[in-house]
């Protein structure tokens, strides 16, 4: 913006007429495009570059090249953990200095002084996300510049062109959130499955379901229903281990040795595993009902489900397929479940408690999160993570008892 109330006489000789920064000017571009498969990055990175480059200065080029091919949706600690071969396969002609994370990290010590996007979106559509990344290049003196602001003008013009752009962009990043889920609600609901096939079931092409509509944006995928694995013994091996979790109570380590003794009758790629064997006790899709939506897999950890509350899974209204249980033993399955891990978890809070027994104290629960509990143990209060590790309830003790 230029300033219009200058000095009635030149004073551009004086030492401080112009405030410098003195660093050179650096700039880099940060990019991003949702997905590699219905958009095409190879032409999306380069076009975004040509954009933001409108706002470099003459004769200037970028310093670096900072993008990411993943759903703005994500929050920034989950963005740019896709390895580099993923990005090497792509073919995209713009060089890739990293993604969101390494500009945050790397800009101030490679001396980057603006950083430039196409639009706000580009770093993220979540609105506080892309504050978030707007203020922390702020701190080290970094101005972020969109192509598509007004330049020059007043800087509440501008913000507000900006802030403006933020709030559309959280508004489509909700609508289309609620649009895929509730599409997704309705595949659940018709009985169509979600993901990989349940060891005692295969999927099959529906024949019966309607086709996609035609100009249907993305790949059109065909809808499947579950059905019984063609070897049976399948279907009899995912009962008998329900029925000895249900009826016998069994941990999985003894369940898989039952399974892995008789191999004729209990058939398995490969070996039965822990995680096998508890997923397929858990797994709602064996009594014939379509369950979608039991997993949150956004966690911001690669490879890292979170399970949903179970008042927030999608049933289909009936069974939609064969089941291996009844909807009732399922139920009695979890209940088992939930009292052997409650069993095995509750042990070192039960020798926390024993010791301070010892001592005449008393271990009283103040309040808890989904991952931490605070105590009370006397006049000392303690948080301890849920479960308790048996490490954590060892070094508790001995405070305890060096107390005494």
Request: contains cysteine.
């Amino acid at each position: 913006m230029t300033f219009p109330f200058g000095p009635p006489i030149d004073l551009s000789d004086l030492a401080n007429f112009v405030q410098v920064d003195a660093r050179p000017r650096r700039s880099a571009f940060v990019g991003r495009v949702s997905t590699k498969d219905n958009q095409n990055p190879s032409s999306s990175i380069p076009r975004q570059v040509a954009l933001a480059a409108q706002c470099l200065e003459e004769g200037e080029e970028f310093a670096a090249y900072f993008w990411d091919v993943e759903s703005g949706m994500l929050p920034t600690e989950a963005r740019g953990l896709a390895p580099q071969e993923m990005y090497d396969a792509l073919r995209v002609p713009t060089r890739r200095d990293g993604g969101l994370q390494d500009l945050l990290a790397h800009a101030e010590p490679m001396g980057i002084t603006h950083v430039l996007a196409e639009r706000a979106d580009r770093v993220a559509r979540a609105m506080l996300a892309s504050l978030t990344v707007e203020h922390e290049l702020q701190k080290s003196g970094i101005e972020v510049v969109y192509a598509n602001e007004p330049q020059g003008g007043t800087e509440s013009g501008r913000l507000r062109t900006r802030r403006y752009g933020q709030v559309e962009a959280e508004v489509y990043r909700t609508v289309m959130l609620e649009m895929s889920m509730g599409g997704q609600f309705q595949h659940a609901l018709g009985g169509w499955n979600h993901g990989y096939p349940p060891y005692p079931y295969i999927a099959v092409v529906d024949e019966n379901a309607p086709p996609p509509p035609r100009g249907r944006f993305g790949e059109a995928r065909p809808k499947k229903k579950l059905a019984p694995h063609p070897d049976a013994r399948r279907f009899d091996a995912s009962r008998e281990l329900c029925r000895l979790r249900r009826d016998e109570h069994l941990k999985s380590g003894d369940i898989i040795s039952i399974l892995s003794a008789d191999p004729e009758r209990y058939p398995i790629e490969g070996q039965w595993t822990h995680n096998l064997v508890e997923g397929l006790i858990a797994n709602p899709k064996l009594t014939g009902y379509q369950v979608y939506n039991r997993k949150a897999s956004r966690t911001g950890q690669p490879g890292f489900s979170r399970w949903n509350p179970i008042s927030k899974w999608v049933w289909s209204p009936g069974p939609v397929h064969e089941p291996v249980v009844s909807l009732a033993e399922w139920k009695q399955a979890q209940e088992v479940t939930a009292g052997l891990r409650a069993s095995v978890e509750g042990v070192p809070l039960l020798r926390i408690q024993a010791a301070a027994r010892r001592q005449g104290l008393t271990v009283t629960k103040v309040d808890s999160t989904s991952s931490h509990t605070r105590y009370r143990i006397g006049a000392r209060q303690v948080v301890l993570p849920t479960p308790i590790p048996d490490a954590v309830a060892q070094q508790i003790i001995e405070d305890l008892e060096r107390a005494a």
